[in-house]
């Protein structure tokens, strides 16, 4: 088996620049030519990706930058001892220790339990203090080849004691706990070692399950039984998580299982005896992989935006798929398939599915049955808009409990007319009151059917009685002032209302604002109405804009202003901005904030403004070009005006970007923009 690194791996005592980019592209560099990796960019991208989510810097001037790469021929370790240090977001200052761990994609078993070795052995002292003092890098390659010696059998027979073997056997409570992180190969196993050692020192008993690349054993049931509190140090979900129902529970990202490991045990001590502690209500995820359920240290507005981004996330899917089947359903049947014929119970759609079948059409022929079918799959998959919101925002505050719950109290917001708004606050209702009904602690014979049967049951009660006794009125008449407002404006109304949604598409390009207009919008599609069609079109032409005019910018009018990657990117771009992925700008954005984002929001904000006024309107919630046949009231002249509004805004960007490159000097960011750039972020095919 090829050697993890060899003395071409190491620089030391080497002056890499004052940031972590420059670092870690020089590591990666090593790594290419050393014959390691096909090339600097990909592998590159690959780490600052990674490196954005969780800062790779630990306690003691360490830091682990790491990545999962394409672009890797074989595990490989690059080392840089640095003069002077770089802070990789350690909370005791710089590292002048930083070993770049790169895996191939498909990396066996043996090669990950090599690199987590390694990183559990700079949670060592004695072994970062020879790191420190190897004076060629042929003692550095000697040090890590001990280190990592003996492997995989090392790593089992340690992976088992961690997760069998007590830490110490003082007088306070057992406890259990789970260490994971995204890529599985560092931070799971120092955050392990970190914990087990504070509990040593503290005398407390623990047992940790590392859930990442090179292997898990899991927890022995028995232990799980007799622990006091669990600790949960993660940043991907917990698999099998049911297993710790109802016990105490601290819950925080990995890093800070390496950064803070004594309060952690400390709160987890603390947990045990405390009643009133937060529990681990069953098995999930939140959206975007991280675990559900409260979080320690998180502020009040930090959660309510975690909640409500995670009903979103949830949410989208429902809209996407059934908005495009409506749409295509208004393609094959034409705008009448959604009328209600007088004194029928049900639309053309459910009248022709009820009359006829594939083997006997209606008269209408073919297009038009399957139109019907398309149009009705489409409207029930839209009925779990708000059942789907307010279902997912309760599985944010109480975990899997918090979903039945928080799905009949969405459902009874559209029964009393409160739309969304009432989604958001049942959702809201269901899981508080599934996530306090959980809290006190019950006999062990009572445990199996309180997330089950007992907190499902009681939430709903609580959530669902509230919105039809109390605030479902109240809320409903909201909803429909709204729109009614909606449906009337015309004017300066509208078109103001046109460029604040597009300011806000372009704002965040996916993160918060941008969400909340686009959740108005397709919400208002929802209910129907000239307003909302005119709402959808505008949020999604201004969605639009920001990557194709990142494109425009990058590949035709000032090519020299923007790195080789930033104009493969800008490639990528024209793509995904066709198709109503705003996340094709994200890259651009990263590497150069201060102008990108304030020129995306004029062009939007232009191209918003355009919409309104011209009345168009979009039937369909996404799909950007490709559902042309969904944009109205005209069909073919609706969609070229409709199109020419986000030329305009495109090229209202583009010029704006150009003139801020060419005449604004650049901010401290800038220096990165080459490296942000390649980040090109593999956008999530979903809207921004």
Known sequence: MPALITRDLVLLDADLGTDRQGVIRALAERVVAAGRATEVDGLYADAWAREQKTDTGVPGGIAIPHCRSKAVLEPTLAMARLQPGVDFGAFDGPADIVFFIAAPDGAGQLHLALLAKLARSLIDES??????????????????????????????????????????????????????????????????????????????????????????????????????????????????????????????????????PDDMIREAIAAASDPNAPRVQGAGSAAGGTSTGPRAGESVGATIKRVLLTGVSYMISFVAA??????????????????????????????????????HLPPQGLLYYLGAVLFQIGGLSFGFLVPALAGYIAYAIADRPGIAPGFVAGAVSGFLGAGFLGGIVGGFLAGYAALLIGRPAVPRWLRGLMPVVIIPLLASIISSGLMILVLGGPIAAITKGLTAWLNGLNGAGAILLGIVLGLMMCFDLGGPVNKTAYVFATTGLAAGGTGSFRIMAAVMAAGMVPPIAMALASTVLYRRGFSEVERENGAA????????????????????????????????????????????????????????????????????????????????????????????????????????????????????
């Open 127 to 260: 072994f970062v203090a020879e790191l420190r003092s190897a004076p060629t890098p042929e003692r550095i390659v000697e040090l890590v080849e001990r280190a990592t010696a003996d492997e995989p059998a090392q790593a089992a027979a340690e992976n088992r004691a961690a997760s069998s073997a007590p830490a110490a056997s003082g007088g306070g409570p057992l406890l259990v706990g789970i260490t994971s992180c995204a890529t599985g190969i560092a931070h799971t196993y120092m955050a392990a070692d970190a914990l087990t050692n504070a509990a040593k020192k503290l005398g407390v008993e623990l047992h940790i399950e590392t859930q990442g690349s090179a292997g898990s054993t899991p927890l022995d049931p028995a232990l799980i039984e007799r622990a006091g509190a669990v600790i949960f140090a993660n940043d991907v979900d917990v698999r099998d998580r049911g297993r710790f129902a109802g016990k105490p529970v601290v819950q925080a990202p990995v890093k800070r299982g390496i950064d803070h």
């Open 322 to 359: 059934g908005g495009l089947l409506i749409a295509l359903g208004f393609l094959f049947a034409g705008y009448g398939i959604a009328l209600t014929p007088k004194g029928a119970a049900a639309n053309n759609a459910v009248t022709t599915l009820t009359n006829y079948t594939l083997f």
């Open 573 to 688: 771009a024209w793509l995904l901005g066709a198709s109503f992925i705003s996340e094709g700008a994200i890259p651009f954005a990263a590497a150069d904030p201060l102008r990108v984002i304030p020129s995306s929001m004029v062009g939007g904000a232009v191209t918003g403004a355009l919409s309104m006024a011209l009345g168009l309107q979009s039937r369909a919630p996404h799909g950007g070009i490709f559902v042309f046949f969904a944009i109205g009231p005209t069909f073919l002249v609706s969609f070229l005006l409709w199109f020419l509004t986000i030329v305009i805004g495109a090229v209202v960007t583009a010029v704006v970007l150009i003139a801020l490159k060419r005449f604004v000097r650049p901010g401290a960011r800038q220096a990165v923009e080459e490296p942000s750039a390649t980040a090109s972020a593999q956008p999530v095919a979903q809207v921004a």
